[in-house]
Every structure is written in C-alpha cells, then in structure tokens.
C-alpha cells in the first residue's frame, strides 16, 4: 500500500500553524514543514512537532507554489503528498480516505475533499471563504491547495509553476489534465481552515490578489479563467465607461449601464440561493460578488503591469 506524505506550508501563521501541525501527528510517513520567512516562531513550532525543516531563500520573492515544490523536493522517495497550507487542520480520516481513492482509481493524478471555515460566522468575509470551498463532489476541473497528489502525476508535469503567485493550483491542476490525469473530490471532509478575514481591507486585497490569478493563469492557458476575466473587463471597465460617456453625451445610456450592477447583484443571489444559503447570506455575499469585479481587475492589470515591466512576481497578502 502506498504511503502519505504530508507537505505544511506556512508564513507567520502562528497558532494556526500549531494546530495544522498537531492535526497531521501520527497521520503521515514523513512531515515536511516549509517556511517562507517567519518571524514568530513557525520554524521553532515545526521543530518541536518533529517536522523536517525547509526554510526558503530570502533574496528570491516567495510563493506557494515554490514553498511547495521545495517541500516535495525534501521528500524521501515519495509516493502520495498531501499539501496543506499553514492555516488549514487536517480532518481525522481524510488521508486514508484520499490514498484509499486513489489507489483505487489509477487513472486520478489528484484528489481533493471539502474544506470549510472553522470561524465562519466571525466575519461576512469569513462565509464566503466557506461557500467557495463547498463545492460539489466528482471529477473537477482544478481545486485550492489542499490536495493528495500521486508522485508519478507530480513529477510527470514538473510540480507547480514557482512564477504564479495567485491561483497556482488552478495552473498546476490544469497542466495536470493536459498531460491525460483525471481529478476529483471525494466527498470527504479535508481540512478546517482559518481565513482571519475579518476588514473589508482584507477582502479586496485578496480580490486584487484572486484577479492577479486570473491574468497570470490565463496568460498561460488562455482557455482557462476566461469568463472570470471577462465579468471583470465588462463590470469595472466596459460599463463605467459606458456610464461616463452617457452622462457626457446620452443621459439614458448611463441609466442602462448602471441597471446592469442590480441586475447582476439579483442574478447572483438567487444562484446562491439554489445552492442553499439563508437569503441575508445570499443578499450580503451577492453585494460583495459584484463588487469583487474591481479589485480584480486591479489585480489584473497589476499582473500585466508587471510582465510588460518584467518586474517581479510579489506576493499580493492580506493577512
């Protein structure tokens, strides 16, 4: 039977950090604790926890992607890996569930279970996180960074692209359908994260950041995050602009621009309605869904700012 390895990556999350760790105790063949340059105490917190220890070089900008591919390199002879972020706890039965599936299945390359917010009431911001991860069980096209990856379909595409900063498991996820692997979610309960989201601030910064994403990931597949990168160019290009050349020129043609924001705010909370949430979650989570169309566009454009400058791909954080 094929063994699990468990990959932690974190950066200054504290007793987040903590919990992931006592949550993987006694689950895993080998721990690999990957830091991107904490200042609390992360890296004493692993060592204590028996983890191995790899710390990132400073002078090269971090993502998840490289903190990942470095956890996997420090691995002995790896079979299965499990990735999990520093923020997350490890849900009891996941691992046994996951390697049960994919040994089951040799065609799957990557499998995933349901994550969900362990404070999702502190913040409105906190249940949305809650209802992104819900989502529905079978195959899929890509998943977050909790995920049991087979070390033959890993190594096959060369792991994750260490230039993405935002979205770099939806990029993973795809080169791995590309070269033949087919993923899924189990319907399994995976792991309990903590976003800590609890300013507005937070929220659009990680918009800027989800639209960085968008842009960087659909630079290299261009079939992929088209609707999301289209939505943004209509809401918060397109029809402002629309808006201002008709308060320039043909009042009426403003007021139709403008009608397409309620309309867009209705259309989502009734979606989210169908997939089950109260109609005050529905309400306040649609406001901030049409809203999110700006701060990714920012992102972006920040993103292309940067390729056209060949500047840098920094991290965008919101904790």
């Not at 910064?205 to 999301?228: D, I, K, N, S």
Request: aromatic fraction near 8%.
């Amino acid at each position: 039977m094929s063994e699990v390895d468990v990959v932690l990556i974190g950066r200054n999350e504290g007793a987040r950090l903590v919990a992931a760790l006592g949550s993987v105790q006694g689950q895993a063949r080998q721990l690999v604790y990957v830091d991107s340059g904490s200042t609390d105490g992360s890296v004493e917190a692993a060592r204590e926890a028996g983890a191995r220890i790899v710390q990132l070089d400073l002078s090269t900008p971090f993502t998840a992607a490289r903190a990942r591919n470095a956890g996997y390199a420090a691995l002995d002879d790896p079979q299965l890996v499990q990735f999990i972020d520093g923020d997350c706890a490890l849900v009891p039965g996941y691992l046994q569930a996951a390697r049960a599936h994919l040994q089951a299945n040799p065609q799957i390359g990557m499998v995933t279970g349901w994550r969900s917010e362990i404070h999702r009431d502190a913040s409105l911001y906190n249940q949305l996180c809650d209802v992104e991860w819900r989502r529905p069980a079978g195959e899929i096209l890509a998943c977050g960074g909790d995920m049991m990856v087979r070390a033959e379909a890993f190594s096959e595409v060369g792991g994750f692209d260490p230039t993405v900063i935002a979205a770099e498991d939806d990029e993973f996820c795809t080169r791995l359908r590309k070269a033949g692997w087919t993923l899924e979610r189990i319907p399994h309960e995976m792991t309990r994260h903590d976003a800590a989201m609890t300013r507005f601030s937070q929220w659009w910064r990680r918009a800027v950041r989800t639209g960085h994403g968008f842009a960087q990931v659909g630079h290299l597949h261009p079939e992929y995050f088209t609707t999301e990168r289209k939505r943004a160019l209509v809401y918060a290009l397109g029809l402002p602009l629309l808006i201002l050349l008709g308060l320039l020129t043909v009042g009426p043609l403003a007021l139709l621009a403008l009608a397409a924001y309620p309309l867009n705010w209705a259309r989502t909370a009734r979606g989210l309605r169908r997939e089950g949430l109260p109609v005050p979650e529905a309400r306040r989570h649609a406001l901030l869904l049409t809203l999110s169309k700006f701060p990714n566009l920012v992102g972006m454009a920040t993103y292309h700012w940067r390729r056209l400058r060949q500047a840098p791909m920094r991290l965008i954080e919101y904790k």
